[in-house]
């Protein structure tokens, strides 16, 4: 039951956070590939580097704060039922992301998008990996050497 209350709660976080970030529940990068905000879609987008350019300060600290949270619900499950430990995504971005201030991370993808002008249809979490997390940690998802350049 534990569980549930916790996947409950992460639900009702998510709301929020979407809620605040002025975003609808529904939607979808199919319907709207010009990253319009206001119109209703079907499905959550991938939030890439154009649409991230024209969020404002507060919808920014408002994405990398649903991060946390999604990364905090998931280490307190795993203190709770420790059988689900694993070095998956989300552990890896907790290692890579400990300590750095929400206002660095805003500043660093602000700063790759600026510098990179071509990669604006890269995905902020792809962005958020490789220029913050993967530099800080030794090795990747499920604890194995890098991929290569870009991958987990």
């Known amino acids: ?5 916790t996947l409950l709660r992460f639900c009702c976080v998510l709301s929020v956070v979407a809620s605040l970030s002025g975003m609808r529940p529904a939607l979808a990068a199919d319907d ?9 879609l079907k499905e959550m987008p991938v939030l890439t580097g154009e649409t991230w350019q024209a969020l404002q ?14 990364v905090t619900i998931e280490e307190n499950v795993i203190q709770r039922h420790p059988e689900l430990k694993r070095q998956g995504f989300v552990a890896k971005l907790a290692e890579g992301l400990r300590g750095v ?4 991370i805003i500043q660093d993808i ?5 510098n990179n002008p071509d990669d604006r249809d890269i ?12 530099p800080k940690l030794k090795l990747g998802i499920a604890d194995r050497p890098f991929a290569g350049p870009g991958g987990p």
């Open 101 to 104: 201030p929400m206002e660095t």
């Open 57 to 70: 300060p507060d919808a920014k600290i408002t994405f990398i704060w649903g991060i946390g949270h999604v």
């Open 32 to 40: 709207n590939p010009t990253g319009d905000l206001t119109k209703e």
């Open 1 to 5: 039951m534990n569980l549930a209350k």
């Open 110 to 114: 602000d700063s790759y998008y600026r």
């Open 123 to 134: 995905p902020v979490m792809r962005v958020i990996w490789t220029q913050i997390v993967k």
